[in-house]
């Protein structure tokens, strides 16, 4: 059991300490800014630097409090058996305010050949590791800034703490490797169920699905897939320039991101639709291009689901034949593509089939727009999404893409390891849904990313 008494002296001491050596920064501080005139900036620098070493001497100094003033002569062991206090040994832990030292005690048990610290299990701390915090930190900066090594320069400047660029890396692809695998169980449940995951929110009216996907560098593979899905709703609302105009906008977005094959990817886009609430009864809106596997899956997650093929790719295809019809630059161009534009925007897709068809000689700008129309007809009655007051483009999924892989994927030079390109797309994708708190309390506790070796004469240094 704590001695009261000490524990109190202790606090006591720790008071005294601080006070003392708060004093002595006061009055330090003071001579300093007084023997020669200092700008702000310096002086508000020195300040921030004496700060974190003082805070970084209260943490060291916090630590152990919550511990017992004498430990324990034993303790319960997770095998079942009695582990016995074997000494106190220091830890150092890298924190947002510096390396930290801190003695704990460590036991020993025989049966299963164990070691623990119960004060590292308190604490959520692994001796030579870094704390849940500044991983957090790492992790953050490392999925949104230009490249590891400026996050670590970052962190740098505004922590004081120096971290190598690799220790930046590792905690990125820690993070993400949590959530992709959070994201996998997810659906390994609902598959061995048989029943969908959990709704976190109630679903609202109307929900969207977009999927797209967007290629990074990857070593020894050349460009990749990440493939990108959207969740979202919209709102409208009538511009105050243009009141003939609705203005329909997507808000609640929330994302997905995997390097993978479209069926696991399915999966995984019906467990975040799930998680945002859609069910059978959801009226639900599937946005996307031409991608064969977008409807594929839409087909055997969302059934129920209205398909829009998105109205700008299929303008593309338009302007594309008329190119090809007439060449760039004809003054019959214009003209017909614009005339056909009205034809499919008003749901005329047959007629615009009809005209294409005599020119099928003309070539491939022809006939990829004659496949494209055939096969998405059903998915291109605009008339009757816009009485509906649906959206029918799929910018939202192409901004997701921009945001979570080419901002920080794409960069100039870039060739990534896939599980390094995933983690940072992953994490990227949980922060910008606004899942970042959640994201970390699915982290587990810190372990040890090495072992001492075993001394038989000595066990106390089997453990760190």
Not at 144 to 152: C, E, G, L, N, V
Not at 166 to 179: C, H, M
Not at 365 to 372: E, F, Q, R, W
Request: proline share 5%.
């Amino acid at each position: 059991m704590t001695n009261r008494t000490t524990a109190t002296d202790r606090n006591a001491a720790l008071v005294q300490q601080m006070t003392e050596q708060m004093a002595t920064l006061a009055r330090t501080l003071s001579a300093w800014v007084q023997a020669e005139p200092r700008p702000l900036q310096e002086r508000e620098a020195q300040v921030v630097r004496v700060l974190h070493d003082l805070g970084s001497t209260l943490l060291t100094a916090l630590l152990p409090l919550a511990a017992p003033v004498r430990p324990e002569p034993d303790l319960p062991c997770g095998c079942g058996q009695i582990a016995r206090y074997v000494r106190v040994r220091p830890a150092t832990v890298t924190t947002v305010l510096g390396r930290v030292t801190l003695n704990r005690a460590i036991y020993h048990c025989h049966c299963c050949g164990a070691y623990a610290a119960p004060l590292d299990q308190q604490l959520q701390i692994a001796a030579g590791g870094l704390s849940l915090g500044l991983q957090e930190l790492l992790a953050l900066l490392g999925a949104t800034q230009d490249s590891f090594a400026q996050a670590a320069a970052v962190v740098e400047r505004l922590c004081l703490v120096q971290i190598c660029p690799n220790s930046v890396r590792a905690a990125t692809e820690d993070i993400g490797a949590v959530l992709t695998d959070h994201e996998r169980a997810v659906v390994t449940t609902a598959q061995t169920d048989g029943s969908s995951p959990p709704a976190a929110v109630a679903a609202p009216p109307r929900v969207y699905l977009s999927m797209d996907g967007v290629v990074t560098h990857v070593h020894d593979a050349g460009w990749k897939e990440i493939k990108v899905g959207c969740v979202y709703t919209t709102r409208t609302r009538i511009p105050r320039q243009r009141p003939e105009t609705l203005v329909i906008q997507a808000e609640q977005q929330s994302y997905l991101a995997a390097l993978t094959d479209a069926e696991t990817f399915g999966w995984r886009l019906w467990a975040e639709a799930c998680r945002r609430g859609v069910t059978d009864q959801t009226d639900l809106v599937v946005i996307g291009d031409g991608a064969h596997w977008i409807w594929n899956l839409a087909a055997e997650h969302f059934p129920q689901a209205t398909q829009i093929v998105d109205w700008y790719h299929a303008s593309q295809y338009v302007w594309r034949a008329a190119s090809t019809i007439f060449g760039e630059t004809s003054d019959l161009r214009v003209p017909w593509a614009r005339q056909h534009l009205d034809n499919l925007w008003d749901g005329r897709v047959a007629e615009v089939l009809a005209a294409l068809e005599p020119y099928r000689p003309k070539g491939e700008g022809v006939t990829d727009a004659l496949s494209y129309f055939t096969t998405h007809q059903a998915r291109m009655d605009y008339p009757s999404y816009r009485a509906r007051g649906l959206q029918v483009g799929s910018g939202t999924v192409e901004s997701a893409c921009k945001q979570l892989v080419s901002a920080r994927l794409k960069l100039a030079g870039m060739i990534w390891n896939v599980p390094e390109a995933e983690a940072v797309a992953v994490v990227r994708a949980w922060l910008k849904s606004g899942r970042w708190d959640e994201a970390m309390r699915l982290r587990p506790p810190p372990q040890r990313t090495y072992q001492r070796q075993t001394v038989a004469a000595d066990a106390t240094v089997a453990v760190a």
